[in-house]
């Protein structure tokens, strides 16, 4: 069965360090891949997404992620983050006409 | 402002009552969807619908049931057969009636059963 993983459950990090999260799918074909993010006492927003070209893909407020098809990976990061970007972020992935996988979830938080 | 609208808030109920959740969104969009989210298991997808008076099972569909009767609504009723209903519920709605498409979130509801 299709499966997304999120092995950082919870990560805690100072102002201005680098952030990387993890995500990895298990589906082997085509397939389409989301960040969402839902800040303390906000709804889910997207953050990014990945269809198809680029394998590098920036979001919102400076996040990228880099789609790796031989890692099965779409992991996301930041050079510098900011206190701003506590919240929990939350891998999705559609394999092609089939329905959307979440992974866990990440809880980032950011100390001043 | 376009968006999803879910109530109530917070949701209470005797164990053995059935439930209904409210959804409705101004987007336009074509596809509907309910998620769960219990801490630590992320989003689970109880079920979706692409079209009006259509809707397909999620992974978690069992306990739960939902209509499409109009495009702006797709409320979900938490039956008594759903063995453990205390949840935070979700409703996405997504441009298209491909499942692929970016989802936009409501608020959630918080049912508790007592």
């Known amino acids: 069965a299709q499966s997304v993983s999120q092995h950082n459950h919870h990560v805690i990090l100072s102002e201005a360090a680098s952030l990387e999260l993890g995500c990895n799918y298990s589906?082997?074909?085509?397939?389409?891949l989301f960040w969402y993010v839902q800040y303390p006492g906000q709804h889910l927003q997207l953050l990014l997404k990945y269809f198809s070209g680029d394998p590098l893909v920036k979001g919102i407020k400076g996040f990228e992620a880099e789609f790796i098809k031989s890692k099965f990976s779409f992991n996301l990061r930041k050079p510098s983050v900011q206190w701003s970007d506590t919240a929990e972020y939350f891998c999705?992935?559609?394999?092609?006409?089939?329905?959307?996988?979440f992974g866990t979830g990440t809880k980032l938080q950011v100390i001043p | 402002d376009g968006g999803i609208t879910q109530s109530p808030k917070y949701l209470f109920r005797k164990e053995g009552q059935n439930v209904t959740l409210s959804c409705e969104q101004n987007l336009n969009h074509d596809a509907m969807y309910w998620y769960r989210q219990d801490p630590g298991q992320g989003l689970r997808l109880i079920y979706y619908?692409?079209?009006?008076?259509?809707?397909q099972k999620g992974d978690i569909a069992e306990g739960y049931s939902v209509s499409r009767e109009k495009k702006e609504s797709f409320p979900l009723t938490v039956t008594s057969a759903q063995k453990n209903p205390t949840a935070f519920y979700l409703c996405?709605?997504?441009?298209?009636?491909?499942?692929?498409?970016?989802?936009?979130f409501g608020d959630g509801t918080r049912l508790s059963i007592l």
């Open positions: 589906y082997g074909g085509t397939v389409n």
């Open positions: 996405a709605s997504s441009r298209g009636q491909g499942i692929a498409q970016p989802q936009h």
């Open positions: 999705a992935v559609t394999p092609n006409g089939q329905k959307v996988t």
């Open positions: 619908s692409q079209i009006v008076n259509d809707f």
